[in-house]
């Protein structure tokens, strides 16, 4: 072929040549390119406060990684020769977030997951409380920007201001308190991987004044948008998962459900402990959302243990086995997993297949899964980086990093204009139902903590904070 290919090539020159012999000798001999001029180094010492602060940040930065990354060769980067290309643009950068945007591009060459920046009002508003089991005021919705540059809702927390306005999963954001939504101050980076493929996600801050003022297209076809008003309220992702848990009637079957948000804090353990003697004792089958972020280790297996045992967590340093006793779950159950499945879920995912617990239906996940922590900046923000290999809470010791689990029932989130169905979870129904239609239905049994009062969470001094 590369023959045939040389052949043609030299055929049409000696065209050229023949038919048009004048442009052929006339054709002008290209001047020689001038040589690039080395980019002059950049003299710290003249610089104004602003850069120097910035350039702080950028050392940091740096020297963090330096420290703490989980691969000590820094994937064949040379921090050094990073800095002396950025840091230019660095001290260039006006503070917060066009600094944030080159401090992230830099940290993309690295192509691995959890190694990014956040700036300090949404670490301190959606991470460091779900870490501490506190609440904070927010929203309560999560922001996805598809290929076309559209912002898209893909979530809405249980018992949130947003889902109190009416905001629902798969409408179009096109404004937020009066400016497009894309160019919104109140947009916020929501702590994806700049290094590698996917969506952006964002969160949306709380205004001055408290509310928040959006205008959403509900369906493809609607030419007028939708207003809602949005009163922002003391929550967390701890209590939308609490909230979560229902009982869903499906062809007169009872299913439990419950989203975890994350894995970040025992109360997901609890919450799970709970319904698992409540809520779902009744139920004829039983479904786990893990679309979401990660968390820790610790929190990840003892949510496993109701189904199966979990790998052990020796090789983790500080970690035995598990912390809480889980009742056990024996009847029919299904997982859900979407594109957002990131990190210790992705480890979940895993060792549900693994362990032939039960089908798990969706999308293929990120290969997002690194052992990652914060580390504070000069200027407030926090650099999540990766420090850890965590293959070992894998059954099989398979490295997840940049290899996706796949579903087995594959199912797409057809998440635009949804106005608030979820075919993921729809699907898991169905499957789910599939599983039991031939069982005899469970008998209700009486409930021995009738009055029991409602569990409280507290974080338990030394538990691993990750984030995913």
């Known amino acids: 072929m590369r023959l045939k290919l040389f052949a043609l090539m030299a055929l049409s020159s000696l065209c050229l040549a023949t038919f048009v012999p004048a442009l052929a000798q006339e054709a002008p001999k290209p001047e020689p390119k001038p040589a690039e001029e080395k980019p002059q180094p950049l003299d710290e010492t003249k610089l104004e406060a602003g850069a120097k602060a910035n350039i702080k940040v950028l050392d940091a930065m740096l020297d963090t990684i330096r420290q703490g990354f989980y691969d000590r060769?820094?994937?064949g980067h040379d921090l050094k020769e990073m800095r002396a290309r950025f840091v230019k643009r660095v001290a260039e950068?006006?503070?917060?977030?066009?600094?944030?945007?080159?401090?992230?591009?830099l940290l993309g060459e690295f192509k691995v997951s959890h190694l990014t920046i956040l700036a300090q009002d949404v670490y301190d508003v959606n991470f460091a409380p779900e870490m501490n089991g506190g609440r904070t005021e927010r929203p309560g919705l999560d922001v996805t920007e598809l290929e076309d540059g559209k912002l898209f809702i893909s979530g809405v927390l249980d018992g949130s201001g947003a889902e109190s306005a009416g905001v629902l999963r798969g409408d179009r954001l096109?404004?937020?308190?009066?400016?497009?939504?894309l160019q919104s101050p109140l947009l916020a980076d929501a702590g994806g991987d700049p290094g590698l493929p996917g969506?952006?996600?964002?969160?949306?801050r709380v205004p001055e004044a408290q509310d928040l003022v959006l205008k959403v297209q509900r369906h493809a076809e609607d030419k007028e948008l939708t207003t809602l008003t949005v009163t922002c309220t003391a929550t967390s992702m701890i209590d939308a998962t609490r909230k979560s848990v229902k009982v869903i009637e499906h062809e007169g079957r009872k299913f439990g459900y419950i989203h975890f948000w994350h894995f970040l804090h025992?109360?997901?353990?609890?919450?799970?402990?709970?319904?698992?003697?409540?809520?779902?004792?009744?139920?004829?089958?039983?479904?786990?959302?893990?679309?979401?972020?990660g968390g820790s280790p610790q929190v990840m297996n003892d949510c496993f243990s109701p189904f199966a045992d979990p790998p052990s967590m020796s090789r983790i340093p500080g970690f035995g086995g598990s912390s809480?006793?889980?009742?056990?779950?024996?009847?029919p159950v299904v997982a859900l997993q979407d594109a957002g499945s990131r990190s210790a879920k992705e480890v979940y995912a895993h060792n549900w297949k693994w362990k032939k617990v039960g089908p798990l239906v969706g999308e293929s996940t990120p290969g997002a899964v690194l052992g990652s922590t914060f580390a504070p900046l000069p200027d407030g923000s926090q650099l999540l980086y990766p420090a850890q290999n965590v293959r070992s809470l894998t059954f099989g010791q398979v490295e997840l990093e940049g290899n996706p689990v796949e579903p087995t029932h594959p199912v797409k989130d057809l998440l635009p204009f949804a106005a608030g169905s979820d075919t993921i979870k729809e699907a898991g129904i169905k499957i789910l139902y599939d599983l039991?239609?031939?069982?005899?239905?469970?008998?209700?049994?009486?409930?021995?903590?009738?009055?029991e009062k409602e569990?409280?969470?507290s974080i338990q001094p030394g538990q691993w904070r990750r984030a995913g």
Not at 93 to 105: A, H, I
Not at 324 to 331: C, F, G, L
Not at 444 to 450: C, L, R, S
């Open 73 to 75: 060769k820094y994937g």
């Open 93 to 105: 950068s006006k503070p917060g977030e066009p600094l944030y945007k080159v401090l992230r591009e």
């Open 174 to 181: 096109v404004e937020i308190n009066g400016k497009p939504a």
């Open 199 to 204: 969506h952006p996600h964002y969160f949306v």
């Open 266 to 293: 025992d109360g997901m353990t609890q919450s799970l402990r709970k319904a698992l003697n409540k809520e779902f004792k009744d139920c004829d089958g039983l479904i786990i959302d893990l679309r979401g972020r």
């Open 324 to 331: 809480t006793v889980m009742p056990k779950w024996t009847r």
């Open 436 to 451: 039991v239609k031939d069982k005899p239905k469970v008998v209700p049994a009486p409930d021995p903590d009738a009055g």
């Open 455 to 457: 569990e409280g969470f």
